[in-house]
């Protein structure tokens, strides 16, 4: 006995795939820091997008994410960063904080922000220190802030 299996899409189906996941490109923040190591600052450069159905970290949109890089080639010297987002939607006035720590040869990131619809101000802040033995040796401070509407 043979069976064929013919699939038919109209009406009442269903697409597993969405149309359309690219999130919005918003801006590119300068958020530059002194560098721990005794070399010179570290540039590091925060994009943020904004209309984002399927955040990073998993959770329901809308969100906006913040995702920072000093797009240096790696070298031999280890950083480690904490990296704070405060956040505060303008037109609700909800307000919340994200923390996330990280480790690496370069500075590289990404916060998720779960502010509600509307427009949102923010304020990024790093601490980036050197790994020599010990985690965040000579820590080196910095901030800058945006705004994108969710």
Same mark, same amino acid.
């Given at each position: ?17 969405p149309d359309y ?5 918003? !801006?590119?923040?300068?958020? $530059?820091?002194?560098? %721990?190591?005794?070399?010179?600052? &570290? @540039?590091?450069? #925060? /994009? ?14 809308p969100a906006i ?24 939607n303008l037109r !609700?006035?909800?307000?919340? $904080?994200?923390?996330? %720590?990280?480790?690496?040869?370069? &500075? @590289?990131?990404? #916060? /998720? ?38």
């Amino acid at each position: 006995m043979v069976a064929t299996v013919i699939g038919v899409v109209g009406p009442g189906s269903a697409n597993a795939i969405p149309d359309y996941t690219e999130p919005n490109y918003v !801006t590119t923040l300068n958020c $530059t820091s002194a560098n %721990p190591w005794p070399a010179g600052p &570290v @540039k590091i450069r #925060v /994009d943020v997008f904004n209309n984002i159905r399927f955040p990073a970290d998993g959770l329901p949109g809308p969100a906006i994410a913040l995702i920072g890089t000093d797009r240096a080639k790696p070298v031999a010297l280890e950083y480690t960063y904490d990296i704070t987002v405060s956040w505060r939607n303008l037109r !609700t006035g909800r307000t919340g $904080t994200v923390f996330v %720590p990280g480790r690496g040869f370069t &500075v @590289k990131w990404q #916060v /998720d922000i779960h502010p509600g619809r509307g427009p949102v101000a923010f304020t990024i802040k790093q601490k980036l220190g050197a790994l020599a033995f010990n985690p965040m040796v000579n820590p080196q401070y910095s901030s800058c802030s945006g705004r994108a509407t969710a």
